[in-house]
């Protein structure tokens, strides 16, 4: 590899608009942060470009570049399509970690929950954090320790993680166990970087039970942070070897 690979920011892709939007900007942020290193922002599926014609673009060119998955859990996309695509490219990449429970992330979601309505100081509060939920049980654990992460900065009744879709609990079954430990102000946490259309179904039901929902994690330094510090590690540890 080359001293100055690309940085390939792999989001999932969604027909919504929102989400590839948020992606391009975050590679937008990423290249105010950091002059000079040449981002790409590309998609699985759905979204254009396309992962793999970004990374066959590079590689015909003789560049080299580090993949940094976009992805909040170290799932199906990222341990089984992402490695695909990037061998179907023929590509000579080094791929970082997913974003996964960063703790940037988990201090951004403190953010957004406050700006909800959540302040960390506030002990009638109960926090339902939802995530995408995945068929990969080891996916969902990871993803569950966002609760004792976020509650061990706050005050607050409890943090329980519901699952979008796939496994339980649902929003529902989340609120009844943080209402039983005497929370009286709920708030839904999205654990998703942009809105699509399973945000709005999770803002659906929480509008269904009375509960507020917080933003999405959305284009923020604090990702595009998490995102570079990915893409340093993987730098350093080739430096390293």
């Given at each position: 590899?080359?001293?100055?690979?690309?940085?390939?920011?792999?989001?999932?892709?969604?027909?919504?608009?929102?989400?590839?939007?948020?992606?391009?900007?975050?590679?937008?942020?990423?290249?105010?942060?950091?002059?000079?290193?040449?981002?790409?922002?590309?998609?699985?599926?759905?979204?254009?470009?396309?992962?793999?014609?970004?990374?066959?673009?590079l590689a015909r060119r003789g560049e080299s570049a580090v993949v940094v998955p976009m992805l909040l859990a170290s799932a199906h996309h990222a341990r089984v399509d992402l490695p695909a695509?990037?061998?179907?490219?023929?590509?000579?990449?080094?791929?970082?970690?997913?974003?996964?429970?960063?703790?940037?992330?988990?201090?951004?979601?403190?953010?957004?929950?406050?700006?909800?309505?959540?302040?960390?100081?506030?002990?009638?509060?109960?926090?339902?954090?939802?995530?995408?939920?995945?068929?990969?049980?080891?996916?969902?654990?990871?993803?569950?320790?966002?609760?004792?992460?976020?509650?061990?900065?706050?005050?607050?009744?409890?943090?329980?993680?519901?699952?979008?879709?796939?496994?339980?609990?649902?929003?529902?079954?989340?609120?009844?166990?943080?209402?039983?430990?005497?929370?009286?102000?709920?708030?839904?946490?999205?654990?998703?970087?942009?809105?699509?259309?399973?945000?709005?179904?999770?803002?659906?039901?929480?509008?269904?039970?009375?509960?507020?929902?917080?933003?999405?994690?959305?284009?923020?330094?604090?990702?595009?942070?998490?995102?570079?510090?990915?893409?340093?590690?993987?730098?350093?540890?080739?430096?390293?070897?």
């Open positions: 590899m080359t001293a100055d690979p690309a940085l390939i920011l792999a989001a999932h892709g969604s027909a919504d608009p929102r989400s590839p939007q948020v992606a391009q900007a975050l590679a937008g942020r990423i290249r105010r942060l950091r002059p000079g290193l040449d981002v790409h922002a590309a998609f699985l599926e759905t979204s254009a470009p396309f992962v793999g014609d970004v990374l066959t673009d695509v990037i061998e179907q490219s023929g590509a000579e990449v080094r791929v970082a970690e997913a974003l996964g429970e960063d703790p940037a992330l988990i201090t951004l979601l403190g953010q957004r929950l406050a700006a909800a309505g959540a302040p960390a100081d506030r002990r009638d509060v109960g926090v339902v954090v939802v995530a995408v939920g995945t068929s990969n049980d080891a996916a969902n654990a990871r993803t569950s320790t966002v609760a004792a992460a976020l509650c061990s900065r706050t005050r607050w009744a409890g943090v329980e993680v519901a699952f979008a879709t796939g496994p339980h609990p649902t929003v529902a079954e989340a609120a009844i166990r943080l209402r039983s430990r005497g929370a009286r102000h709920l708030v839904v946490a999205p654990w998703f970087l942009a809105h699509g259309r399973i945000t709005d179904r999770v803002a659906a039901s929480a509008a269904e039970l009375g509960i507020p929902m917080a933003e999405p994690l959305g284009s923020h330094n604090l990702v595009a942070a998490a995102l570079l510090d990915r893409f340093d590690d993987v730098c350093l540890a080739r430096v390293a070897a």
